[in-house]
């Protein structure tokens, strides 16, 4: 949140998907094809969610 609190700054948004890519990253194993395919499914659902939540933020 930006500081007078009613939306994300660039730089929040930006590291929050930040934090989204690294979590799914952590989690995959180059091993485990099944475990690298979910990390890409929880990031992705993840990031959908914080872009629906900056969008009903920004509204």
């Given at each position: 949140?930006?500081?007078d609190?009613?939306?994300?700054?660039?730089e929040?948004?930006h590291a929050g998907?930040?934090?989204?890519i690294?979590?799914a990253l952590?989690?995959?194993r180059?091993a485990?094809r099944?475990?690298?395919?979910?990390?890409?499914?929880?990031?992705r659902?993840?990031?959908?969610?914080?872009?629906?939540?900056?969008?009903?933020g920004?509204?």
């Amino acid at each position: 949140m930006t500081r007078d609190g009613l939306r994300c700054g660039s730089e929040e948004l930006h590291a929050g998907f930040y934090c989204v890519i690294a979590r799914a990253l952590t989690r995959v194993r180059a091993a485990d094809r099944r475990g690298a395919a979910a990390a890409v499914r929880e990031a992705r659902l993840i990031a959908d969610r914080v872009a629906a939540d900056t969008r009903r933020g920004v509204e």
